[in-house]
């Protein structure tokens, strides 16, 4: 491969433990300096282009400041998704006090990992994967990282391969982004790695003693080993008028196009003040629509966030035009063929030529019933590597799962954690056995405003905030049971890039330490550790 030489630094620019990205001719390269030696790697996150030096380096560790994916700064490999490919990697050598890089001709933003291919001479197994979503996508990759040779089969009922779901309510739905950046990977990618794709097929059981997936038509699918990641459905209301044309869930990619094909009209009734729903609720505001939410709660995301950020974040709706019906609950759906307005209990009505439901999902395990104990929630639970039983495995929206801080038994729905969910339990069935240590961790972006949050604190006790919410600059910590659970953060990337890392080594402050006022997470990130 040709290259040419770029003189990038100088050999004590950076300091060991620093990460910098320098540039000459137009070329950027991300210089990392560990233990006295540089590396040289791509400067961007494989995932949606971070620049990584605004990030956090923490010894060999990479965290991206969006949106928490992770990778080595001595090889570039892949740590932590939502990044899915490897940073580039180039040469490095000190000449004369320099830094000098040898870079290609072809710069990439980002390389496919090293991945094995089927050879079905030396593995005739076949690993069936039920579900084609993040966590589904992530263990099918995962596998042939681990270099098993043997058939993988992902399976799903949308005719669609894999695609990046979390923009369907954001970029996507706001006309920000086209069909073409919605898939994970091109379709040559599943080819030339042997990762057959069963698209829209419908699956009606599971039969553990014959190793069989069941279809509504078709031949069963036999395997040796199985992983469920069938998601989430969206929840729906069965009230009056639920069955008219232009009420939609949002869910999948035939969702989103339904919903944009329908925005015709000028107004739109989103019920429920969920993600899904807030964001879509800005997503078509952005559109010109005139939106109002319905919900029943008296402030949004009051029970995640906390009642101040929540009233922020109505303001950055309102602000933008969205109208609130708060407090409210939805009695029927009007319309003749088609939804013309929402009736609320009150007796009061929200006119509309479209209606949104944002209410949520449940686990999609009804097909299983019959040959699972599913928890009262619907959901599988799973052992620390994401095993429900013998060589059957489940991740992502429907796995309730032990925390690896706590041993609490809890299920996340969100992609990230699904990627996590779905990569560990694609090693383990390949045979690999690593820890699983990953930190919840989701993004949403709503009406002009952007928030990180990490790790899992259902019904907190308390919530301390450091920063300015006017200004939109902030961390709220989230108390539960005498400890820091959760931190939610705006405009403090690279604190929130610290925390994940402090998280996952059980090195958070204390509750009191947060209370007595701003804490220098990154000075804490790299206090020693002694024994």
Known sequence: MKTRELRLAHVDDLSDGEMKIFSQDGVEVLLVRIDGRYHALGPHCTHYGAPLDQGVLHGERIVCPWHAAQFSAVTGGLVEPPGLNVLPRYEVEIRGGEVIVKVPERIQAGVIPSLGRPDYQQDDRTFAILGAGAAGYSAAQAMREAGYQGRIVLVTREEHAPYDRPTLSKSYLAGDMEPEGLPLRQDSFYADYGIELMLGREAVGVSPAHKEILFAAGQPLAFDKLLIATGGLPRTLNLPGAALDHLFVLRSRVDSDNIIRAAQGTRVAVVGASFIAMEAAAALTKRGLQVTVIAPEAVPFERVFGRDIGGLLQ???????????????????????????????????????????????????????????????????????????????????????????????????????????????????AGIEVPYEAVPFFWTSQAGLSLRYLGHAPGWEEVITHGDLDSRRFLAWYVREGRIAAVAGSKRDRDIAALQELMRLDRMPTPDEVRAGEVDILARLEEPIYA
């Open 315 to 429: 303001r950055q709706h309102e602000e933008r035009g969205v109208t609130f019906r708060l407090s409210s609950t939805v009695a029927r759906f009007e319309g003749a063929n088609r939804v013309e307005a929402v009736g609320l209990e009150d007796g009061s009505r929200v006119e509309a030529d479209l209606v949104i439901l944002g209410i949520g999902v449940r686990p999609a395990t009804d097909f299983l019933a019959d040959s699972f104990n599913l928890q009262p929630d619907g959901s599988l639970e799973v052992d620390e590597h994401f095993r429900v039983r013998g060589e059957i495995y489940a991740a992502g929206d429907i796995a309730t799962c032990p925390d690896p801080r706590t041993g609490e038994m809890i299920r996340i729905e969100h992609w990230r954690t699904a990627e996590q969910q779905g990569r560990h339990a694609g090693f383990h069935m």
